[in-house]
């Protein structure tokens, strides 16, 4: 089993349906109260690659893929083009988008994370598959420059300043990032005259803790 840092065809998971998928433990009381608790700190996304087929040559790619990658067997990257960005969807990543922590003066490796608000609630989520080439950092405000001033962990989303930060230094980031994932499935199976009358096959893609 290994992961492979290829990324599945962007062009092919653009107009895939998926998302977040949380897993929820709910007992109801004798009184009609409910006990709920979640065993999952962090969501797991699934998506269906087949709904972004258009053509047979799009078939074709998809099978050489689900080949190479020995179906379920092999992990690998996915553009999630709802959620791929440090930042709005409408703007471009920026050095102070995402909050990556205080420095302490010692501490060189800072984690990608992205976070998500609502209601004066927060989750953050770990960002360990970011593109490469798209990530910027800052320290208290003052833009860090890749290789000059840090290096990217691009298979586990590590952010590696040459200089530990000071203490009580602001340390944040922009970027952009794929999804770790794998086939939920080891069988793909497409009928040429059906795909060509509009029906797809259904192609089960679900997120990899890694």
């Not at 107009?15 to 969501?43: C, D, K, Y």
């Not at 080949?67 to 102070?96: I, M, N, T």
Request: aromatic fraction near 12%.
């Amino acid at each position: 089993m290994a992961f492979h840092e290829v990324r599945f065809p962007a062009n092919l998971s653009f107009g895939s349906v998926g998302g977040p998928e949380r897993r929820t433990e709910i007992v109801t009381l004798a009184s009609g109260f409910e006990e709920r608790n979640s065993p999952w700190a962090h969501a797991r996304r699934r998506y269906d690659a087949g709904v972004g087929l258009r053509s047979l040559d799009d078939v074709e790619r998809l099978i050489a893929f689900f080949e190479a990658r020995g179906g379920q067997l092999h992990g690998f990257r996915w553009k999630d083009w709802a959620d791929y960005k440090s930042c709005a969807a409408s703007v471009q990543p920026g050095y102070e988008d995402q909050f990556l922590g205080l420095g302490d003066g010692v501490s060189r490796r800072f984690q990608l994370r992205k976070l998500y608000s609502s209601g004066g609630v927060e989750y953050w989520r770990p960002i360990t598959k970011p593109v490469a080439g798209t990530v910027l950092a800052g320290v208290q405000g003052d833009h860090q420059a890749e290789e000059a001033q840090f290096t990217l962990e691009l298979e586990s989303g590590g952010v590696v300043f040459h200089t530990a930060p000071g203490a009580g230094a602001r340390i944040t980031a922009g970027f952009e990032f794929d999804v770790p994932v794998r086939f939920d499935t080891d069988r793909i199976a497409v009928s040429v005259q059906s795909f060509q009358a509009g029906d797809v096959p259904q192609v089960p893609v679900v997120e990899l803790r890694v």
